[in-house]
Nanobody, 127 residues
Framework: QLQLVESGGGLVQPGGSLRLSCAAS????????IGWFRQAPGKEREEISC????????NYADSVKGRFTISRDSAKNTVYLQMNNLKAEDTAVYYC????????????????????WGQGTQVTVSS
């Protein structure tokens, strides 16, 4: 069974940091583009970041550019989202997703292309 499991969410004060993890089971992340998305209550799902399967290319939404960093650790079969300088508007459930495309040099933030989704992890930014 192909699964993605997110972890690392929690409650953090404005200006703080969190690192989210997206671990895969049943398949190797190296053959997939990985994206991070989030959904706040009452709002549509928002694309956050992605990383190509080769790890050569990343992309970020303007809302998180300069504050969030996506990376992958092939040995651990895990993708990370480092979130710094968090703001109240970053509060949401964060999801990772996988798009099967081996050897890709680019990635996409178009969520409809992604085929495997995790269950999400809650991030709350509040004082």
């Amino acid at each position: 069974q192909l699964q993605l499991v997110e972890s690392g969410g929690g409650l953090v004060q404005p200006g703080g940091s969190l690192r989210l993890s997206c671990a895969a089971s049943g398949f190797t992340l190296n053959s997939y583009i990985i994206g991070w998305f989030r959904q706040a209550p009452g709002k549509e799902r928002e694309e956050i970041s992605c990383i190509s399967s080769r790890g050569e290319s990343t992309n970020y939404a303007d809302s998180v550019k300069g504050r969030f960093t996506i990376s992958r650790d092939s040995a651990k079969n895990t993708v990370y989202l480092q979130m710094n300088n968090l703001k109240a508007e970053d509060t949401a459930v964060y999801y990772c997703a996988a798009l099967p495309l081996p050897q890709s040099r680019l990635c996409t933030l178009y969520d409809s292309y992604y085929r495997i989704w995790g269950q999400g992890t809650q991030v709350t930014v509040s004082s």
